[in-house]
T-cell receptor, first 110, second 118 residues
Framework: EDQVTQSPEALRLQEGESSSLNCSYT??????LFWYRQDPGKGPEFLFT???AGEEKEKERLKATLTKKESFLHITAPKPEDSATYLC???????????FGAGTRLFVKA | GAVVSQHPSRVICKSGTSVKIECRSL??????MFWYRQFPKQSLMLMAT?????????EQGVEKDKFLINHASLTLSTLTVTSAHPEDSSFYIC??????????????FGNGTRLTVT
């Protein structure tokens, strides 16, 4: 069964303290791995799509990487405004259902 | 671009009544929209896939008679929670993929509807 597991569940950082969020996945033929940011009471906001192992994408302080079993979201020198829940999701070979992980709640303190 | 508007953002209703939630793609067309339910600190759970002009496809365990979905146009899908009960209280989120984009392109989400059934 296709599955997405994110760790840690919650992460507390000081401003400027870099770290990484993990997304482990099991899927029958990966057609895309997505990272979204979700603020409280809001819908998810798209960040990145990765399609194949070895691929990397960057946006401001965020960098997403992908292997055959997991993806990392690296946060460099985070700021308080980076505080949010980060969701990882995968699309399998069938292509009709996007499966989400439970997310990592990130808190960045000034 | 790619804005999805969901309305209402919050609704409180009494047990036994029905509630309709609208999901509109404002600047693009979508043949397919997806309805999710999210519990606190949990993953988004896909409830159903809404297809323009045809019946929705429901996930296992989701009651189609309770959660009525209508996708009447390329820019509007509605979810009606019928005879709501307190256990239906949750955060409902819709999403859409723009017409003409690849099936593995990212989803665009609405801002969700917080439903509270008293």
């Amino acid at each position: 069964e296709d599955q997405v597991t994110q760790s840690p569940e919650a992460l507390r950082l000081q401003e400027g303290e870099s770290s990484s969020l993990n997304c482990s996945y099991t899927v029958s033929g990966l057609r895309g791995l997505f990272w979204y940011r979700q603020d409280p009471g809001k819908g998810p906001e798209f960040l990145f799509t990765l399609y194949s192992a070895g691929e990397e994408k960057e946006k401001e302080r965020l960098k997403a990487t992908l292997t055959k079993k997991e993806s990392f979201l690296h946060i460099t020198a985070p700021k308080p405004e980076d505080s949010a829940t980060y969701l990882c999701a995968v699309l399998n070979t069938g292509g009709f259902k996007t499966i989400f992980g439970a997310g990592t709640r990130l808190f960045v303190k000034a | 671009g790619a804005v999805v508007s969901q309305h209402p953002s919050r609704v409180i209703c009494k047990s036994g009544t029905s509630v309709k939630i609208e999901c509109r793609s404002l600047d693009f067309q979508a043949t397919t929209m997806f309805w999710y339910r999210q519990f606190p600190k949990q993953s988004l759970m896909l409830m159903a896939t809404s297809n323009e002009g045809s019946k929705a496809t429901y996930e296992q365990g989701v009651e189609k008679d309770k959660f009525l979905i209508n996708h009447a146009s390329l820019t509007l899908s509605t979810l009606t929670v019928t005879s709501a009960h307190p256990e239906d209280s949750s955060f409902y989120i819709c999403s859409a993929r723009a017409l003409g984009t690849a099936y593995n392109s990212p989803l665009h989400f609405g801002n969700g509807t917080r439903l509270t059934v008293t």
